[in-house]
T-cell receptor, first 112, second 113 residues
Framework: GESVGLHLPTLSVQEGDNSIINCAYS??????FIWYKQESGKGPQFIID?????DKRQGQRVTVLLNKTVKHLSLQIAATQPGDSAVYFC???????????FGKGNQVVVIP | NAGVMQNPRHLVRRRGQEARLRCSPM?????VYWYRQLPEEGLKFMVY????????ESGMPKERFSAEFPKEGPSILRIQQVVRGDSAAYFC???????????FGPGTRLLVL
């Protein structure tokens, strides 16, 4: 079951360095994955997505890697900036399903 | 092109009162989803609606919670007789089609005193 009140895993990264955020997903049948960024007091913001027929997808400064064998997803942020400070969530779903299942989130703190 | 809009952004209610949360999807989106977020947790799915239809409410508590998405106007999440445990952030998302990317609104933060 879920635990309430746990502190989020936190990644502290120097401005300009690369960040890697990891996510272990739970459902082997999931075939669509999304990374969201959530800043304090705001709603989740779409960053990048990937379908299960791919193992890598690149966006602007971000790359998502998918390893279906071990049910692992990662988000790489290049040249991290102060504006990247936020909580990052991975979400999974299956095609035709309407609900997203979110992971617990990872806090990224960028040190200027 | 306006994003998903939610109001109010903050809502304070006393135990036993009703809370009404509103969500206007992005233009051109006909699928609406509601999620709840407790502090330092991920979002939990509550309900999925299309115009005038509830498609999946498997994440909704059995009592006191209801949702609608009328032909005209915003989607409404209604919580009757609120209790302190209902305090949370409630997010609405919309998508143009099911299985497409869901875009989230800024959320309504409900505090029950």
């Amino acid at each position: 079951g879920e635990s309430v009140g746990l502190h989020l895993p936190t990644l502290s990264v120097q401005e300009g360095d690369n960040s890697i955020i990891n996510c272990a997903y739970s459902n082997s049948a999931s075939d669509y994955f999304i990374w969201y960024k959530q800043e304090s007091g705001k709603g989740p913001q779409f960053i990048i997505d990937i379908r299960s027929n791919m193992d890598k997808r690149q966006g602007q400064r971000v790359t998502v890697l998918l390893n279906k064998t071990v049910k692992h997803l990662s988000l790489q942020i290049a040249a991290t900036q102060p504006g990247d400070s936020a909580v990052y969530f991975c979400a999974e779903t299956t095609y035709g399903n309407n609900r997203l299942a979110f992971g617990k989130g990872n806090q990224v703190v960028v040190i200027p | 092109n306006a994003g998903v809009m939610q109001n109010p952004r903050h809502l304070v209610r006393r135990r036993g009162q009703e809370a009404r949360l509103r969500c206007s999807p992005m233009k051109g989106h006909s699928h609406v989803y509601w999620y709840r977020q407790l502090p330092e947790e991920g979002l939990k799915f509550m309900v999925y609606l299309q115009k005038e239809n509830i498609i999946d409410e498997s994440g909704m508590p059995k009592e006191r919670f209801s949702a609608e998405f009328p032909k005209e106007g915003p989607s409404i999440l209604r919580i009757q007789q609120v209790v302190r445990g209902d305090s949370a952030a409630y997010f609405c998302a919309s998508s143009p089609l099911v299985s497409e990317t869901q875009y989230f609104g800024p959320g309504t933060r409900l505090l029950v005193l």
